[in-house]
């Protein structure tokens, strides 16, 4: 059974970071493209960030480029996600997930931008 298990979240001020993991088990993670996707307050899943197995290259949402880092640790069956330069319009519920569509993902962990 594939689990995925996100943390890192929290309450953060604008300009801030914050790094997610996900903590994945079930499944070969190494040869999965794994994907973070979120959820803001009344909005639908929104794609933000995909690593590819096994090139490990990666694709940011427009959003974020240039502020969110994804990575992964095969040896540790371990997704990240470095958020900097966090703005309000980041606050969501972070999922990580093996499709770029969220339909295969975590409980979430939920992030907060506020001052």
């Known amino acids: 059974e594939v689990q995925l298990v996100e943390s890192g979240g929290g309450l953060v001020q604008p300009g801030g970071s914050l790094t997610l993991s996900c903590a994945a088990s079930?499944?070969?993670?190494?040869?999965?493209?794994m994907s973070w996707v979120r959820q803001a307050p009344g909005k639908g899943l929104e794609w933000v960030s995909r690593?590819?197995?096994?090139?490990?290259?990666?694709y940011y949402a427009d959003f974020v480029k240039g502020r969110f880092t994804i990575s992964r640790d095969d040896a540790k069956s371990t997704l990240y996600l470095q958020m900097n330069s966090l703005k309000t319009e980041d606050t969501a519920v972070y999922y990580c997930?093996?499709?770029?569509?969220?339909?295969?993902r975590g409980q979430g962990t939920q992030v907060t931008v506020s001052s």
């Open positions: 997930a093996t499709d770029d569509h969220g339909a295969t």
């Open positions: 079930g499944f070969t993670f190494r040869h999965y493209t």
């Open positions: 690593i590819d197995s096994p090139t490990g290259i990666t």
